[in-house]
């Protein structure tokens, strides 16, 4: 007699696998997940070792316990075998124009600083007047100028790229292998976080460019490196330190939007206020 093949069984592992790997980069135990989403362990492991294929609302709930991104929970859904269910929208889209406006806003209310917007592979969408001027000083010659507060034209500077390579930001960052090792050691965790394809092959093309520093040897140990890193801009009337901090859209629905950083540079003393 030939058994019957379960259609679904194929997908059960490679779905239990990708939450058991979610569930550990949050430390979390099988425990502890299945008590914040109200399922027994025992489900919970079942799943996890491919047993039980999870239905799409388990996916969901569990998605929305491990704080899960939209980009992601699309991933995990595939690979339960079920559609997808967040859209991922353009942000030249014409229903994308009230949120440019919002963001035009908050990048115009931070000048005279720089502040700039971008997106998950690290490409900027929209700079403020502060901001466009450091990317114009950075850009190869011939390359078009960045303006100021509008929807940036494809290909887009990539920040990564502009720190990183040997005419870019080390020529103006006094304090250039400090924060690019900073930058990047970010980078470094949002990589292995999600492991997008794209933006792994990014950070290897940058990290491969000349002088680039790896990781701090503190950073692998797990130690304290410091409490924040200035970044040192050179300037006519001297050394400039400024501190950044990165906001997001807190209600985003759509991946686009879920994946976009606002990133503000603060001065840290009066004089370079």
């Known amino acids: 007699m030939t058994p019957r093949t379960d259609t679904h069984s194929s997908r059960a592992p490679a779905i239990g696998g990708l939450i058991q790997r979610w569930r550990k980069g949050r430390r979390m135990s099988q425990l502890d997940l299945a008590l914040e989403s109200g399922i027994s362990s025992r489900h919970l492991s079942f799943v996890e070792t491919g047993r039980t294929r999870p239905s799409r609302d388990m996916v969901l709930r569990l ?15 595939l690979a339960a075998g079920y559609a ?5 929208t353009a942000m030249d889209a014409p229903e994308m124009a009230e949120i440019l406006s919002a963001v035009r806003m908050i990048l115009r209310r931070h000048e005279p600083y720089p502040a700039v917007a971008f997106d998950a592979g690290w490409d900027v969408v929209m700079a403020n007047t502060a901001y466009a001027g450091m990317v114009n000083a950075l850009l190869p ?8 507060l509008v929807l940036t034209s494809k290909p887009r ?21 400090e ?4 930058v990047l050691a970010r980078a470094r965790r949002e990589v292995l976080r999600d ?4 933006r792994r092959a990014l950070l290897g093309e940058v990290m491969g460019y000349p002088g680039v520093p790896g990781p701090d040897p503190r950073e692998l140990d797990g130690a304290q490196v410091g409490l924040v890193v200035p970044v040192e801009l050179r300037s006519p ?7 950044s901090t990165i906001a997001t859209l807190g209600t985003a629905e759509d991946i686009t939007l879920q994946e976009l950083r606002i990133e503000s540079f603060h001065p840290v003393e009066d004089a370079a206020a």
């Open 63 to 77: 998605c929305g316990v491990l704080a899960v991104p939209l980009r992601d929970r699309n991933n995990l859904l």
């Open 84 to 88: 997808p269910v967040y859209r991922e």
């Open 141 to 148: 010659d011939g390359h078009a100028p960045l303006p100021p």
């Open 157 to 177: 500077p990539n920040i990564l790229r502009m720190l990183c390579r040997p005419e870019g930001a080390r020529r103006i960052v006094i304090n250039w292998e």
């Open 179 to 182: 924060t690019t090792r900073a």
């Open 195 to 198: 492991g997008d394809a794209g």
């Open 237 to 243: 009337t001297g050394p400039l330190r400024l501190l």
